[in-house]
């Protein structure tokens, strides 16, 4: 299975072809003063020993905490500077390799640094806080976090530096009483000033949310009562996307996202408005065990559930929407108050630091327990799905940019994708459920969906296209899967993903979220974190 808990790409370029990370070995220049003090070590007193030994033991202990594969262990990487700012002894930044996908923790020092010990006990002391704080439940948060302190979020950049000012962890052997130097109290004094200024402008931004959020809020009960017709299920009952995006808009809590959670909702909504064709999509399974089978709507009139499923007109909503009560506009209120709940706070159940890593956060809680979770899953291995499926599995043809891979989730035999809130009536290849199945069919599910794929591509492409169609959706497929399973067969003929190049290309700019290609027209990047900050 191609790594992909780890393809976190912090790159500063976006770069024109596939996934390859920024790799100028000098730290990355950031306009905000406070997020580079936050990953700086002032330099103190040369000693006689060298501690970069130690420095890696330290934090090879610390950052492989909760990994479940040795593929998902970062790795530390030194890298001698002269170019450092005068005074600076170290200066930590995220990466991650562009070969191996490996998620990377690189030390910029100084000369004569691994050999400060007040600077080098420092370092040690904030890796061991990063993983074993209990403030942050996985490594895809701390770099969720690190996304969004680099975009300039003030809270982001804090909950760093609080790690930092919190007390000293014991780090077994080295002389811990380093700590209560005169050196390291005067570099902890300035972590503490630099704490104190920054708060005025997280108290100004949260004054500023708190009027955003009354805005918001206003026009809320208008829209919770607003008549079917108007309702969020309705809308996707008939196949209105931008209906349905519309009215998720209004009730998002903006004002409460940091950055990366802004863009990935952005992303989201641009997509489910205007998704590409079905020939450019790929085809996903779920098992269906537990989940209610909404009903489409076809010239005014709402299916009954029996027609839904064999019409391959029904669509499905998350627990979260299903779980609430009220309207189903006022369903989506959940997207705010869940932020309080269960699926979307730490271990401790604190909102604190889950705030500046949203999405790394619910991805976790979600693979754990997808009770009240925004998100559905999605599995491209039939095998995986029907285990979950009970009597019923279905298929569906997704617009690739909608599928995000769970890097957080400890089950890695799951290959799990989510995606939020619902499905649309026209992604539904075919429902697989043994109670309408012919006789036949009640242990071929497979093969029903297949025969299902088949009637939809010739029902939109006709019977001359059909063959054509159906070799791109499985190439297509097998492109953006293959590194899942390594038993996938190939699929011979040329990649329909470089008939997207156009398509795709306007999306190659900065500040616009979207998968990059490769020259050949591969889609090759499949984790969000590292498309939204190759953007960026």
Not at 150 to 169: C, M, T, V, Y
Not at 413 to 421: K, S
Request: aromatic letters at 10%.
């Amino acid at each position: 299975m191609k790594n992909l808990l780890s393809l976190f790409v912090l790159s500063m370029l976006l770069i024109q072809v596939g996934c390859s990370s920024f790799t100028e070995r000098s730290p990355a220049q950031v306009d905000s003063e406070y997020f580079h003090n936050a990953f700086s070590f002032p330099a103190t007193v040369k000693g006689k020993t060298n501690h970069k030994e130690t420095i890696e033991k330290v934090i090879s202990e610390n950052i492989s905490l909760g990994a479940y594969n040795k593929k998902d262990i970062p790795r530390s990487e030194f890298v001698a500077s002269k170019s450092l700012p005068k005074g600076e002894a170290f200066h930590l930044e995220l990466d991650v390799d562009p070969k191996t996908s490996q998620l990377v923790y690189r030390i910029y020092h100084a000369p004569g640094a691994l050999q400060d010990d007040v600077a080098s006990y420092a370092l040690m002391d904030f890796f061991s806080k990063i993983m074993d704080s209990g403030k942050l439940d996985t490594r895809q948060a701390v770099f969720e976090m690190y996304y969004n302190a680099r975009q300039g979020d003030p809270i982001a950049i804090d909950n760093f530096l609080k790690l930092r000012d919190s007390e000293q962890h014991y780090i077994h052997g080295i002389d811990n009483g380093v700590f209560n130097s005169d050196e390291y109290q005067k570099a902890s004094k300035e972590i503490k000033n630099q704490r104190s200024i920054i708060a005025s402008e997280i108290k100004a931004l949260k004054a500023q949310r708190a009027k955003d959020k009354a805005k918001r809020k206003s026009i809320l009960d208008a829209l919770d009562k607003a008549p079917e017709a108007k309702q969020f299920r309705t809308l996707i009952a008939k196949n209105d996307r931008a209906g349905a995006a519309s009215i998720l808009k209004k009730y998002l809590p903006w004002e409460e996202m940091a950055p990366f959670e802004k863009n990935f909702w952005e992303t989201y909504l641009e997509v489910i408005e205007k998704p590409v064709p079905l020939e450019q999509r790929v085809l996903i399974y779920r098992g269906l065990d537990g989940d209610y089978i909404h009903r489409g709507v076809i010239k005014g009139k709402e299916l009954t559930q029996k027609e839904a499923i064999t019409q391959n007109k029904a669509f499905i909503m998350s627990s979260g929407m299903v779980k609430n009560q009220g309207s189903w506009n006022r369903r989506l209120r959940s997207l705010e108050s869940m932020n309080e709940k269960f699926i979307a706070t730490t271990l401790d159940g604190s909102n604190e630091f889950a705030q500046a890593a949203r999405i790394s956060t619910i991805f976790k809680r979600h693979s754990e327990n997808p009770k009240g979770s925004p998100f559905l899953s999605y599995t491209p291995n039939f095998d995986i799905a029907d285990s979950f499926g009970g009597e019923r599995v279905s298929a569906y043809l997704l617009d690739p940019r909608l599928l995000n891979f769970n890097y957080a989730s400890s089950f890695d035999n799951e290959i799990e994708y989510l995606v939020p809130l619902n499905t649309f009536p026209d992604e539904l290849v075919g429902i697989a459920d043994i109670d309408l199945l012919p006789e036949d069919k009640k242990y071929a599910r497979l093969d029903y969906l297949d025969a299902q794929l088949e009637k939809l591509i010739t029902n939109e492409y006709g019977e001359a296209k059909k063959k054509e169609i159906l070799l791109k959706i499985k190439k297509n497929t097998y492109d953006f899967f293959k590194g899942e399973y390594a038993d996938m067969v190939a699929v011979q003929g040329k990649s329909p993903a470089a008939s997207n190049l156009s398509f795709y290309k306007k999306f190659l700019t900065k500040g616009d979220p979207k998968p990059p290609i490769s020259p050949k027209g591969d889609m090759n990047c499949k984790d969000l974190i590292e498309l939204f900050w190759m953007a960026n």
